[in-house]
């Protein structure tokens, strides 16, 4: 098992894979459904309308990127100095190795915004409550659909390359 694959596993276990989730959508997504064409948005579209998407924990939680050190080996960590914007390669090159390493913040960032622009995300909402915020955005012309993760997997199965993992968001 590599180091990224142990940080960030599929959390849907064989029980869970089971559990009842929700998807609200809008009228017209429902119906492209229907229709049998899906739209799964990469994180970078979703950004457009809220640009802390995917960035909440990062700018959140003091000393987050810490938990990225395991899987940040020397050839990963040039590649994605090679990703920084000029400003921040300037940065990270003057302060390596400095104590404390102020450096860790700007890898992460990098990080995010890579996976942003090559992974797609598709929310669902797994409670046994409704969620009010969700029909507050999709209520007035949407639906809400109920599934669960083993199905989710059964329909893309064959449809998408690589994999569709899962897990949780508290």
């Known amino acids: 098992m590599s180091a990224f694959s ?93 104590l404390p390493d102020f450096t860790g913040k700007h890898y992460l960032r990098t990080w995010i915004d890579e996976l942003a622009r090559r992974r797609c995300i598709w929310c669902w909402y797994g409670s046994t409550v409704e969620s009010m915020a969700q029909w507050k955005i999709y209520g007035d012309a949407g639906v809400a659909v109920e599934s669960t993760p083993a199905r989710i997997r059964e329909a893309l199965n064959g449809k998408i390359r690589g994999t569709t993992p899962m897990g949780r968001v508290w």
């Open 6 to 98: 142990s940080l960030f596993p599929d959390l849907f276990n064989s029980t869970a894979d089971k559990d009842a989730i929700t998807r609200y959508m809008r009228l017209t997504t429902f119906l492209m459904l229907l229709e049998g064409r899906l739209f799964v948005p990469t994180l970078v579209t979703l950004r457009k309308g809220d640009p802390l998407e995917s960035n909440i924990p990062a700018t959140t939680y003091f000393g987050f990127e810490t938990y990225f050190d395991p899987v940040l080996d020397n050839a990963t960590r040039a590649w994605l100095v090679a990703k920084m914007p000029k400003w921040r390669q300037d940065y990270v090159l003057l302060n390596q190795g400095s």
